[in-house]
């Protein structure tokens, strides 16, 4: 099946407000909670690379924040979550003891994060957060919980701000439903 960009459901106005809302929250309960510790936010590649640049630099200079990836497959080329997770590339850094944040673009069926929420648990941070840009908790197979979550969406296919569509339109500044053609 074939796509086009469609409406758009996110302004990058809006977007950006929001991340400045989740750096501010964050920042906010790791003052409180864990001050003077280091933070490390975890990026599921690809599409959460231009969320966490935002969401870090929006953090501020006085919290000490470390970056790692991982990438993560369940979707193929498909517009779907094929239910089976791969780790692609994991963490670089042991998380043993440390405060981590995952931050991901998108959690729809919940498959994906549930499975890597346990994969993570059992290296013992000191605390496991998830931070998404979009939740889409109609699709919800499994219960996850989302931390700081940006916008609930309704179940539609979008792209855009670091979302794509086999490749296609990570690169778009909002976040836009993708329609069939």
Request: proline residues 3%; negative net charge; charged residues 25%.
């Amino acid at each position: 099946m074939n796509y086009k960009i469609g409406d758009i459901l996110f302004t990058r106005e809006q977007i950006s407000t929001r991340v400045i809302e989740l750096s501010q929250e964050i920042r906010k309960d790791f003052i409180e909670f864990h001050t003077g510790q280091e933070l490390l936010m975890v990026g599921i590649l690809k599409g959460s690379a231009i969320f966490i640049a935002d969401l870090v630099r929006a953090l501020g200079q006085d919290i000490d924040v470390r970056l790692d990836f991982m990438v993560i497959s369940s979707y193929g080329s498909d517009t779907k979550s094929s239910g089976v997770v791969r780790i692609i590339k994991d963490l670089d850094a042991y998380i043993e003891n440390k405060n981590v944040i995952i931050v991901e673009d998108i959690i729809d069926t919940g498959l994906t994060m549930s499975y890597l929420l346990s994969i993570l648990q059992r290296r013992a941070p000191s605390s496991l957060k998830v931070c998404s840009l979009l939740n889409k908790e109609e699709r919800r197979k499994v219960p996850v919980f989302v931390d700081y979550c940006g916008f609930e969406i309704p179940d539609k296919f979008v792209v855009g701000y670091g979302l794509d569509y086999s490749g296609k339109w990570r690169h778009l500044p909002d976040i836009c439903v993708a329609e069939p053609v």
